[in-house]
């Protein structure tokens, strides 16, 4: 089974982030990519970005449950 492959530009669009944090987020390690070719292309399987996602969400769940606490 094929899993789809995102460019950088299509992780942007779809986190509604520039460019440049998208290859942040991925050089970083925060989600999960590789490069391919000579020029540093990166791309991103879309389920590393809806891990990522998930990933995300519930860190936010976690911090306005831990403001309310308080």
């Known amino acids: 089974m094929t899993q789809r492959m995102l ?3 299509d992780v942007a669009e779809i ?5 440049p944090t998208a290859r942040s987020l991925v050089r970083g390690g925060e989600i999960e990519g590789f490069q391919v070719g000579g020029r540093g ?3 991103v399987e879309a389920q ?3 891990a ?3 990933r995300e969400k519930a860190a936010a769940v976690a911090r ?3 403001r309310q606490q308080h």
């Open 7 to 9: 460019t950088l530009a």
């Open 48 to 50: 590393a970005l809806d």
């Open 41 to 43: 292309m990166w791309r």
């Open 64 to 66: 306005r449950t831990s």
């Open 15 to 19: 986190l509604d982030i520039t460019i």
């Open 52 to 54: 990522y996602v998930e």
